[in-house]
């Protein structure tokens, strides 16, 4: 009898173990493979409202597997004044899949703090739910209601490490509602319907197994499965416009930032006395260099402000700006010396930036140059040290939409040659019996290769530069005799004279010698070991580096071996190595040059020996020995 | 420096009026500047610095208010821009609380003064209010208008409830260097305050009166007006290897002792370490937590399950620490308080400091161990005042179970750290027992880091070394290890941290023993295929027989130091390398053995090479460094032990072909 009023009681749902939702067990192993996070849904609902405004309900369920995918256990959401968070929620499931807790208003932290030179009125509201036992499963429930927006939200399906089980967007809007959509790094098939005025558009995608996250790979910010929108009709803050195509995105912004460049009847004075008589390329020298001189770089954003420079007169009586601003106020100087200048939108990083496409007119920018079109030239108006028409490794080779008064157009912003990022060095070398050295040296470097230095140059002081020297310099540097680091103003150029005590450079066991050849400057490169490399390669860097180094024998010895001369060609770069033996020293000439790479994967290795050849031959080191 | 100081107090004579020892300085006023500063150029005894302080004043008023007492406190600053490189100084960010019951801001007025003397007032739309997070906000300007030369001014005034503390410390110094700096306190006669000081020397300017104040809100009274200055403060910037700057920044600070109301009896609030340990036991928070039952009950029923009544007893301590640090995750807080109570720690699986620790001592308690929570400043918290009973001087809790004469520490941050250890920013030299009997500072002794290599290899004529490796980390080494390890797989692990220099190494039949006993050393046996460890050329070999090591590049870059060097944790290393050398090659010349001491058994290295045979060797390099704190005098001799550490890491032996 006992056993079966048990079974009663059991079926009876008062009786059901607590709900059990998305226990780990039921992951398919395929999906564990390279993953530290298993997204488990994904689900998005963009709601386009008559009036432009738009709300976005956002479900995600992450299970994270392991302290490399702790990020996951952070949502967050930025609020401004287009911009509110109504909703918020988490909830944390232990790995059998029982429910441990439910977050509450309180958890939910905001922060708006910005650096010193920055202000902004947006924020950013953030939920924390951890849990100490791997793996857990994390759900966050987000509803953010948005005023008016200029770009629609990209969904990310997929990032390095994480794999998905199942992600679905959904997007609704008054019927005829124009836009254009495209799937990158996976196809997605859309799937289109009708509820009264409404039109609906889905998108489905799940079991995506996992990237690793191996280094160098082409994946800008890691992100390799995402659906992108831009629709056709924007709205902002009154700011009206058409994004069907890259001509019209321009002309909105055009529209946005022209015409505020009202400058100071004395500024207006100055820029002509300033430039009369002059050619436009002397007059565009003068004024960018007026720019830098008098400005210096300070970001407001507030509002539209984001968008839409500040007038400049602002800048021309408070000299400070942000991009938008400094290039504006450029612009407005260059037109009163009737010189036509027009505003672009770039993505500015030094490594590297997304891709445009010319079809998919989605602007995925973060920063402001100027172009000159009679002279074809670019200006950083940021930079308060580049040279005139040079703009470094930020803002070189990539596209760049340009605001002229046709509209906006897609263009490529210059690369710098392999040749113009340069170095060229000659150290002297005074060894002594004891292993110390007096090390002298000159040095020359051009292009992306003196980006930093230059900043240290002009913008830092002598006692900041002489620490950062002391502590990137790779041989033990004992006294600082004499450092000078010198900027040419008109050129992207950089010299440096340094004289330095080292009091162990090369290794003394007893009569012999041990002196690295180029440890004053080594040339070091590696990449980690990796038999099962499922990404492709991509290092952009490219170089050309020339160095000489004279290595003194101190009195007494000679030398007992030298190493001979070693030549390394690939087809990712050129490393030569040539030493000559005189009497009383040994010179060490090396030629280096890099090309950007991207290669597949098959090569990965190939390429880890290629830079692990290199660094071998470079550490190279000759004998010395003691003539008794 | 003190040279220095002297000599420039002579130049600055025009200015000053040597009075006795002290200095007085004389305070212009608002939107007044000499001709001298105008034309200033560069600061006389920080030469290589591109802004200066020129005076700051702060003045702190203790006063009745219609909310009651409150600390006024005024702040106005100058600074001198010398180049364009300082041009940051003129993005000003005053923080504050946020909370308008807590900290009220009230004017802020900012004024930029040209190099031809002209002064511009800063308009309020370059001002903005930055709500950073729930409990702090900042004012920032952006000063227009700002050139190489000009003088930026500005002065501000808020109203604080931070009574005990008069509001907060104040600093001298600055990472720029500071010509006068003054703070003056005006503090009531009913009110007694300790002081808590750092200066390099006797101070410039110590000065106090007396005043007779009227208030709207009550019957006039006295109070004792002092005035603290100091002059000629060069900049100081952070370092590695510290406590904390703030310890060696030139500061003041206040801790309120005692008030007395006429009418009323005195109220001490630095009364004594019992009364202060009382209080605390007392307290809803903290006291509350670990002695009523009802407040950790639900962590007490599940331990009560994962660990049966049967264990024995000498386990239990180490049982209740696995338990909490694996079943509440630290959020990385440190606090005095369990904020929302032990038990919602336990529900909500995070907590903090407190919640973590103190539900160690409730458990240990509960079973009835002689467990006491400990209260200590982290490092980087600052100095501890042993002589002054107030809590604020302590920013978290860790556990204490007394035995016999001595006693263990616990701290649950950590599911890999055993009993008797905390994590590292907890060793701050003591901490001090909440426990009103028993109301006692604990001297705390650091535990040594060590870590130790044995190699027993052969080497072929090609370079390439081949052997066997163990590698013994003991003390917070074996916990930093075991902690990193975790999730990890262990080839990946030992090939990133062994032989870094050398990128072609193979490792391979990996055995870890010990992994889980968290209170021993941790051990790993493996075999390794190192290429390139030696180089052959013509005849010769050259071998680095050290292929790895605590540290392979000096870690102390900068050629000077002007405050102590204060390491962690006292730090043992061996190298040991038992090496076959290839046939017919010979250790032609042994380098000579080393020892070097540091004074005062500061520190040591040994090192030798020796021959077993003649196809035999035996590379020993042993280092250990015990004391923890290096002066500024200490520093080169400091330096020249790592370099020539450094140097014998990086030897190498010539091995001739016979």
């Not at chain 1, 601003?325 to 009737?338: F, M």
């Not at chain 2, 002065?155 to 720029?176: G, H, K, N, P, V």
């Not at chain 2, 053995?593 to 040591?604: D, M, T, V, Y």
Request: overall charge negative.
């Amino acid at each position: 009898m006992k056993p079966f009023s048990l079974i009663l009681i059991c079926l009876a749902p008062a009786c059901l173990p607590a709900q059990i939702e998305y226990p780990v067990f039921t992951i398919t192993p395929e999906l564990r493979k390279h993953a530290n996070v298993i997204v488990r849904n994904h689900e998005t609902i963009f709601r386009v409202e008559a009036d432009g405004g738009a709300t976005v309900e956002e479900t995600y369920v992450a299970t994270i597997l392991n302290e490399e995918g702790k990020d996951a256990s952070i949502m967050t959401e930025s609020e401004d004044p287009f911009q509110k968070v109504k909703m918020l929620k988490g909830r944390v499931f232990d790995a059998m899949g029982q429910l441990v807790r439910n977050s509450k208003d309180e958890d939910i932290q905001l922060y708006g703090g910005a650096a010193e030179y920055e202000f902004s009125d947006s924020r950013v509201k953030y939920l924390r739910m951890e849990y100490p036992q791997f793996p857990y499963t994390v759900e966050f429930r987000k509803k953010t209601v948005l005023k008016n927006f200029l770009f629609a939200p990209s969904s990310i399906l997929q990032s390095l490490g994480v794999a998905v089980e199942h992600w679905h967007y959904r997007l609704e809007a008054p019927s005829g509602y124009k836009f254009q959509w495209k799937s990158q790094g996976i196809d997605l098939k859309v799937k289109e319907s009708q509820k009264g005025n409404t039109s609906i558009w889905e998108w489905d995608a799940g079991q995506l197994p996992a990237l690793p996250a191996e280094p160098h790979n082409p994946y800008f910010n890691d992100v390799t499965a995402s659906l992108m929108f831009a629709f056709e009709e924007v709205n902002y803050d009154g700011a009206r416009g058409k994004f069907k195509d890259w001509k019209s995105v321009g002309d909105f912004f055009y529209g946005l930032n022209n015409g505020r460049e009202t400058l100071t009847p004395q500024t207006i004075e100055l820029v002509k006395k300033l430039t009369d008589g002059k050619s436009n390329r002397e007059k565009i020298a003068i004024l960018y260099k007026l720019t830098q001189e008098q400005c210096r770089y300070v970001s407001i954003q507030l509002g539209i402000g984001g968008w839409q420079t500040l007038e400049a007169e602002f800048v021309d009586k408070k000299k400070y700006g942000d991009c938008k601003a400094l290039s504006n106020y450029t612009q407005a100087l260059l037109k009163v010396a009737g010189i036509e200048s027009w505003e672009a939108s770039i993505y500015g990083s030094d490594e590297g930036a997304p891709a445009c496409d010319e079809s998919f007119p989605r602007p995925r920018f973060n920063h402001m140059i100027l172009y000159i079109p009679s002279e074809d030239m670019w200006l950083e108006c940021t930079s308060k040290s580049n040279p005139v028409g040079y703009m470094g490794q930020f803002t070189a080779d990539r596209c760049a939409l340009l605001f002229t008064p046709d509209g906006g157009k897609l263009v490529k912003t210059p690369a710098i040659k392999l040749q113009d990022n340069y170095e060229q060095t000659t150290t002297t070398l005074s060894l002594r019996e004891d292993g110390t050295a007096q090390v002298s040296g000159k040095a020359f470097y051009g292009g992306a290769r003196q980006d930093d230095l230059r900043h240290y140059a002009l913008e830092k002081t002598k006692e900041e530069w002489e620490k950062v020297f002391m502590q990137q310099a790779k041989f033990s540097i004992g006294k600082l005799g004499n450092l000078a680091l010198d900027a040419n103003r008109d050129k992207p150029e950089v010299g440096l004279d340094f004289q330095v005590e080292s009091p162990k450079y090369a290794t003394v066991s007893g009569k012999r010698m041990f002196v690295p050849l180029t440890k004053t400057n080594p040339f070091k490169r590696s990449l980690p070991a990796n038999e099962t490399r499922v990404l492709d390669l991509q290092m952009l860097e490219s170089y050309a580096l020339a160095d000489t180094f004279v290595l003194q024998f101190p009195s007494g010895y000679g030398a007992e071996n030298v190493p001979a001369g070693k030549k390394i060609t690939s087809e990712y770069g050129v490393y030569e190595l040539k030493t000559e033996t005189l009497s009383d020293a040994v010179k060490v000439i090396r030629l280096i040059e890099m090309y950007p790479i991207q290669a597949p994967a098959a090569k990965y290795s190939e390429v880890r020996q290629f830079f692990l050849d290199i660094t071998k031959a470079d550490a190279q080191q000759m004998v010395l020995l003691k003539k008794t | 420096m003190l040279k220095t100081l002297l000599s420039v107090f002579l130049l600055w004579g025009s200015f000053h009026t040597i009075v006795s020892a002290q200095v007085t300085y004389k305070l212009e006023k608002w939107g007044k500047v000499s001709e001298a500063d105008l034309k200033l150029t560069h600061c006389s005894f920080d030469s290589g610095a591109s802004s200066m302080i020129l005076q700051d004043v702060g003045s702190m008023e203790l006063t009745y208010t219609r909310d009651g007492w409150r600390v006024l406190f005024n702040h106005r600053r100058r600074i001198k821009i010398f180049d364009e490189t300082a041009l940051d100084q003129g993005n000003l960010r005053i923080l504050y609380r946020a909370d308008k019951d807590v900290e009220k801001f009230k004017e802020l007025d900012i004024q930029l003064i040209l190099p031809n003397g002209e002064v511009q007032k800063v308009k309020s739309d370059n001002v903005f209010t930055e709500k950073i997070n729930k409990y702090v906000s900042a004012k920032k300007v952006f000063i227009p208008n700002l050139q190489k030369g000009c003088i930026v001014e500005y002065r501000y005034e808020l109203e604080s409830a931070f009574i005990a503390s008069l509001y907060e410390t104040w600093f001298f110094q600055q990472d720029i260097p500071v010509r006068w700096s003054q703070l003056s306190t005006t503090i009531p006669q009913y009110f007694t305050y300790v002081y808590l000081m750092h200066a390099p020397r006797k101070f410039d300017l110590n000065e106090n009166h007396q005043e007779s104040i009227t208030s709207a809100f009550t019957n006039p009274y006295g109070a004792s007006v002092t005035t603290f200055g100091l002059s000629h403060l060069p900049g100081i910037k952070d370092e590695p290897f510290i406590t904390t700057l703030e310890d060696y920044r030139a500061h003041i600070g206040f801790q309120l002792s005692e008030v007395i109301v006429p009418g009323r009896s005195s109220e001490k609030y630095l009364t004594s370490w019992e009364e202060l340990a009382k209080k605390m036991e007392e307290d809803e928070d903290f006291g509350a937590q670990y002695k009523n039952d009802g407040k950790f009950d639900k962590i007490w029923s599940a331990f009560r399950e994962a660990v049966p009544e049967n264990t024995p007893r000498a386990e239990l301590p180490e049982k209740v620490l696995r338990f909490v640090s694996t079943n509440i995750q630290w959020n990385g807080e440190n606090r005095r308080y369990s904020e929302a109570s032990l038990n919602a720690a336990f529900t909500k699986k995070s907590g903090s400091t407190a919640d973590l620790n103190l539900a160690v001592v409730a458990l240990l308690r509960k079973l009835k161990f002689d467990a006491i929570p400990m209260l200590i400043s982290t490092r980087e918290h600052g100095m501890m005042y042993d002589l002054y009973p107030f809590a604020d001087q302590f920013n978290t809790v860790v556990a204490f179970m007394l035995e016999g004469e001595g006693g263990q520490l616990l701290d649950a941050t950590n599911p890999k750290r055993p009993v008797g250890w905390m994590r590292a920013e907890c060793y701050n030299g003591q901490g001090w027992l909440v426990d009103q009997k028993r109301p006692n500072w604990v001297d705390i002794n650091a535990p040594e880091f060590s870590e130790t290599w044995l190699g027993s290899a052969k080497l072929n004529e090609e370079g390439v070394l081949e052997g066997h490796y163990t590698i013994i980390k003991s003390g917070p080494a074996a916990t930093q290890w075991r902690t990193e390890l975790e999730g990890e797989k262990e080839d990946a692990f030992i090939k990133s941290n062994f032989a870094a220099e050398f990128p072609e190494r193979m490792v391979d039949s990996i055995a870890f023993s010990e992994r889980n006993q968290l209170d021993k050393p941790l051990k790993v046996d493996f075999h390794c295929v190192v290429p390139n460890a030696a180089t052959p050329v013509n005849d010769f070999l050259y071998l680095r027989p050290v292929l790895d090591y605590f540290v392979v590049k000096n870690p102390l870059k900068n050629p000077h130091r002007s405050f102590p060097v204060n390491f962690t944790y006292p730090y043992k290393s061996q190298y040991v390398l038992n090496l076959e050398l290839p046939k017919g090659y010979l250790l032609e010349e042994i380098p000579p053995a080393a020892r070097i001491s540091l004074p005062e058994n500061g520190g040591k290295i040994q090192f030798s090479v020796g021959k077993a045979d003649e196809n035999h060797i035996q590379v020993i390099l042993k280092m250990n460094i015990s004391k923890l704190e290096f002066l500024p005098s200490e520093y080169d001799a400091l330096k020249q032990f790592f370099d020539l550490m450094t140097e014998k890491v990086q030897l190498q032996l010539a091995l001739k072909k016979a």
